[in-house]
């Protein structure tokens, strides 16, 4: 089945660093791949839509200073949090559909647990 | 804006027995509910998607149904198992150009299935 990835799993970085989270898509291709940040005990909130060919959309109140996107290509995604700072500490999920109609299944990495010092 | 409770916050119950799970929305239906798994430290995993003109939608133990009358979705597990312990979302997709793909996902449920 498809699978989407995601690298590091586990990150602990110093407050003012930048950290580049990626997302790949591994036996499909992906032009369209969503990043979403969960708090401890909360819902899954979407950030961004990343685009491949194009600048990446941000949902409102999020920063695109701060999360940069880049889908450099058709299988992946890389999200940057930029001076990272112990409140942007959260669990880092992305997803891709396979395919371009709505109903076509979204395939979630396994997240990307980031803790800021 | 669209507001999305999954009733309960924990649900417990004994194995064998169903579970029964519900979400509500406020404001407009969407065009596609989905339910998905998700265990400590992991990524959902999709389960089933109903579409706004469909009643119900099974996959073996797995049935859902969709109520945009009440804006509502019940999510049932029969026969439950210990194995079926975990959070369960629902999420909403609008239909549309920039809608696509994004998903507005409710708070979870816990399911706790005791043996």
């Known amino acids: 089945g498809a699978v989407v990835s995601q690298h590091p799993s586990r990150v602990i970085c110093k407050s003012g660093t930048s950290v580049k989270i990626e997302c790949r898509s591994l036996?499909?291709?992906?032009?369209?791949m969503f990043w979403y940040r969960q708090f401890p005990k909360q819902s899954l909130m979407l950030m961004a839509t990343?685009?491949?060919?194009?600048?990446?959309?941000?949902e409102q109140g999020v920063e695109k200073d701060k999360f940069l996107i880049n889908h450099a290509s058709l299988t992946l995604s890389t999200l940057t949090v930029t001076s990272a700072h112990p409140e942007d500490s959260s669990f880092y999920i992305c997803?891709?559909?396979?395919?371009?109609?709505?109903?076509?299944?979204?395939?979630f990495g396994p997240g990307t647990r980031l803790t800021v010092l | 804006s669209q507001k999305i409770e999954q009733n309960s916050e924990a649900l417990n119950i004994q194995e064998g027995k169903t579970a029964t799970l519900t979400c509500n929305y406020t404001?407009?239906?969407?065009?596609?509910l989905q339910w998905y798994r998700q265990d400590p430290g992991r990524g959902p995993v999709f389960l089933l998607l109903?579409?706004?003109?469909?009643k119900e939608k099974r996959k073996e133990r797995l049935k859902v149904t969709f109520d945009t009358t009440l804006k509502q979705s019940l999510f049932h597990i029969t026969a439950s198992q210990p194995a079926d312990s975990a959070t369960y979302l629902c999420?909403?997709?609008?239909?549309?150009?920039?809608?696509?793909?994004?998903?507005?996902f409710g708070q979870g449920t816990i399911l706790t299935v005791h043996p």
């Open positions: 997803s891709a559909p396979r395919g371009y109609s709505p109903t076509d299944t979204q395939y």
């Open positions: 036996d499909f291709q992906a032009t369209t």
């Open positions: 990343s685009n491949e060919g194009s600048k990446a959309t941000y």
């Open positions: 404001n407009y239906s969407p065009a596609y």
């Open positions: 109903i579409r706004e003109n469909e």
């Open positions: 999420a909403l997709e609008y239909a549309g150009g920039t809608s696509y793909g994004k998903l507005t």
